[in-house]
């Protein structure tokens, strides 16, 4: 089946500090996105982007389809931005996504 | 409304009971997913409602499972027979077609415990 792997599992950073989420994925893909899932359990939608950049204010996030990953940059990183990322692939004809297994963000003032 | 909404946000039950968990996709989405989100397996596809097609049911876990979308709107997913291992959060999303570029939207979840 499809494989969907992000990294780091795990990140901390100071407030004010900037990173990059990668997710690598073992299949070409029709759809990608990136969530954020909110201490409330609630997943946001960050970007769909199965391929190209996006930026939407200090976020941005690219995928380079022909290598099969995906980054996600956050900068000048808030408390707020605290949870956990996942990137999402589906492929084929349907859309439903595989989840990868997150990374879990927290920031600290 | 806004968003899509599901209800309960939390369900209690005991095993051996049926439940039914609701989803309101996104006003004008033609699509609908299930999805739950718990410790061991992480978030995993259960099933999928696009207009007035056959749903894929692929991801569901057990014949104990169903799902149905009324009028092509709100969904409701029944559990019968729970069992502590269905102890989860299921999340819903509706999204514009289904197909093509289209983008997922999710609901706040319910989070159901099986005692």
């Known amino acids: 089946g499809i494989q969907v792997e992000q990294s780091p599992p795990d990140l901390i950073l100071q407030e004010g500090a900037n990173s990059t989420l990668r997710c690598n994925f073992s299949?070409?893909?029709?759809?990608l996105q990136w969530f954020h899932q909110n201490p409330w359990g609630q997943l946001i939608n960050l970007f769909y982007?199965?391929?190209g950049t996006k930026q939407n204010g200090r976020l941005s996030a690219t995928t380079v389809a022909t290598e099969r990953y995906s980054l996600l940059y956050i900068s000048s990183s808030q408390t707020t931005d605290s949870g956990v990322y996942f990137c999402?692939?589906?492929?084929?004809?349907?859309?439903?996504?595989?989840f990868g297994t997150g990374t879990q963000l927290k920031v600290e003032l | 409304g806004a968003g899509v909404s599901q209800s309960p946000s939390n369900k209690v039950t005991e095993k051996g009971k049926d439940v039914e968990l609701r989803c309101d996709p996104i006003?004008?989405?033609?699509?609908l997913y299930w999805y739950r989100q718990s410790l061991g397996q992480g978030l995993e596809f259960l099933i999928y409602?696009?207009?007035?097609?056959?749903?894929?049911k692929s991801g569901l876990p057990s014949d104990r499972f169903s799902a149905e979308r009324t009028g092509g709107s709100v969904s409701t997913l029944t559990i019968q027979r729970t069992q502590q291992e269905d102890s989860a959060v299921y999340l819903c999303?509706?999204?514009?077609?289904?197909?093509?570029?289209?983008?997922?939207?999710f609901g706040p979840g319910t989070r159901l415990t099986v005692l």
């Open positions: 999402a692939i589906s492929t084929g004809g349907g859309n439903k996504l595989t």
């Open positions: 999303a509706s999204s514009l077609s289904g197909t093509g570029p289209d983008t997922q939207y």
């Open positions: 409602f696009q207009g007035n097609s056959a749903p894929d």
């Open positions: 299949d070409s893909v029709n759809n």
């Open positions: 982007i199965p391929s």
């Open positions: 006003s004008g989405h033609t699509a």
